[in-house]
Each structure stands twice: as structure tokens, then as C-alpha cells.
């Protein structure tokens, strides 16, 4: 079935500088990502949706200028948290369409935890 | 507007109790998706059940079983002779257009299964 590989698994940086998570679609050719963000012990909440070749959505609430979004190629997506702070500390994790009917659901990366010190 | 309600913050149970977790959806489309997923300590979401809005059956797999109800918009979720593997939080999910990925997720259940 798809796979979706996100990196790091875990990170922990330095207040005000820059971390950036990959998700790839290993099988498959991800046109759209969506990057939710869930802080402790809360819901996950969907901050942007990627399109490659073209800017990112976001979610009513999110700085686009904080968090970058880059879908340059059909199996690459990047979230750059730039100057993090520690209350950007929180678990990201991305997801990606893909094709097929034993696919649907499926296809989450398996998250970053990020902790910014 | 699409909201995917979890009432039950957390449950403990003792090992082989079993054990109903609630999720009840609000949309306006008619054709949509609801999902179930485990969280574990490590975060990955682990994917339980897809179901459409057209197939109301019941479903059974393992301990696991799933009701739905479209006329409580309820999704609700059985774990039978539960485990203590079977701690996490656990997450009720609506796709907000079918086939388009985007979910709404609910505030989750945190199952703790005492031994």
C-alpha cells in the first residue's frame, strides 16, 4: 500500500531557530499534503494543505510566514517552523491522498515531535 | 459546518472489561467518510475502520466493533475483553468532502486499560 516517510521522527532545537520536517509518498505521486499539528494531550488539527507547484493553504490561525511550506516535487513536502519558540513545541504530522480504495486512511506519516528549547 | 464530537476525555477499565468509546458527527453532505485510528505513546496514527455514509452495517473485526447510526450521526466504537495493549488514544475522524483526505479530527478518548 502507499507510504507516506516523514523525518525527523523527533527534534529538539534551540528557540529562535529554524527545523524542517519532510514527508515523501514513496509509491506514490502526492499532488496535495496536509500538515496537521497536535499539541499535548489535544486533537489534531489540520494547519495547511500543500499543492505541488503552487502555494500552500492555510488554516484560519496559522502564520504563514512562521510555518513554510514547500511541495516542490509530487513525492516531497516540507514544513519549516522558522524561529521556533517553545510554544511551537507540538507533534506534526503530514498526509497525502492516494490512489485506491485500500488507501484511503491509510496514508499519515508517522509524526515529528518537536520540542523547542 | 463539519465538527466531530468525542465526549469521553478519558475511560479506565480493568483488563477484560469491555469498553465503548463515542463519537458523534456533524455534516451536511450526504456521501462522507468516518474513521477510527489508535495513537499510541510513540504518536503514529494507526488506521482501525473506514466507513462510508452509504453502509450502515455493523462491523466486527477481532475484539474490535463499530456501530453506526446515521440517525444519531454516532460512530461509536467496542472494545470487547479489552487489553492493556490496548491503551491510547483513540481518534474519530470525518472526512470533511469524501475522498479528499482532509479530516476532522475529534478531542480523542484516552482508554486506559489497568491490569
Known amino acids: 500500500g502507499a507510504v507516506v516517510s516523514q523525518h525527523p521522527s523527533w527534534v529538539i532545537c534551540k528557540s529562535g531557530t529554524s527545523v524542517k520536517i519532510e514527508c515523501r509518498s514513496l509509491?506514490?505521486?502526492?499532488?496535495?499534503m496536509f500538515w496537521y499539528r497536535q499539541f499535548p494531550k489535544q486533537s489534531l488539527m489540520l494547519m495547511a494543505t500543500?499543492?505541488?507547484?503552487?502555494?500552500?493553504?492555510?488554516e484560519q490561525g496559522v502564520e504563514k510566514d512562521k510555518f513554510l511550506i514547500n511541495h516542490a516535487s509530487l513525492t516531497l513536502s516540507t514544513l519549516t517552523v522558522t524561529s521556533a519558540h517553545p510554544e511551537d513545541s507540538s507533534f506534526y504530522i503530514c498526509?497525502?491522498?492516494?490512489?485506491?480504495?485500500?488507501?484511503?486512511?491509510?496514508?499519515f506519516g508517522s509524526g515529528t515531535r518537536l520540542t523547542v528549547v | 459546518a463539519q465538527k466531530v464530537t468525542q465526549a469521553q476525555t478519558e475511560i479506565s477499565v480493568v483488563e477484560k472489561e469491555d469498553v465503548t468509546l463515542d463519537c458523534v458527527y456533524e455534516t451536511r453532505d450526504t456521501t462522507y467518510y468516518l474513521f477510527w485510528y489508535k495513537q499510541p505513546p510513540s504518536g503514529e496514527l494507526v488506521f482501525l475502520i473506514r466507513r462510508n455514509s452509504f453502509d450502515e452495517q455493523n462491523e466486527i473485526s477481532g475484539r474490535y466493533s463499530w456501530n453506526f447510526q446515521k440517525s444519531t450521526s454516532s460512530f461509536n466504537f467496542t472494545i470487547t475483553a479489552s487489553q492493556v495493549v490496548d491503551s491510547a488514544v483513540y481518534f474519530c475522524a470525518l472526512d470533511v468532502a469524501s475522498g479528499t483526505y482532509k479530516y476532522i479530527f475529534g478531542t480523542g478518548t484516552r482508554l486506559k486499560v489497568l491490569a
Open positions: 509509491d506514490f505521486q502526492a499532488t496535495t
Open positions: 500543500s499543492n505541488e507547484g503552487s502555494k500552500a493553504t492555510y
Open positions: 498526509s497525502a491522498p492516494a490512489s485506491g480504495a485500500e488507501n484511503y486512511g491509510y496514508t
